[in-house]
């Protein structure tokens, strides 16, 4: 296969699970069957869905307020 490839639709589905402490605090926020690195690097491209960029930033600025916050 050539050229890029961003999003494949019939893949597995995408997860984000957590590692928490003793205390119940989210310590630890793991992303899998995603890349949330490729929405923020390709998010000018024409040619990389929207929505994915969208989504990705949602989830890491979500993710940085709650640091932040708790």
Do not use: Q
Request: some cysteine; proline content about 3%; hydrophobic content about 40%.
């Amino acid at each position: 296969m050539r050229g890029r490839t961003y999003e494949k639709r019939d893949g597995f589905p995408a997860r984000c699970l957590g590692v928490y402490d003793d205390y119940g605090r989210l310590i630890m926020m793991i992303n899998f069957n995603n890349d949330l690195g490729d929405g923020w690097e390709h998010a000018a491209d024409g040619f990389y869905p929207r929505e994915a960029s969208d989504m990705a930033f949602k989830l890491g600025i979500n993710a940085v307020v709650y640091a932040l916050t708790h």
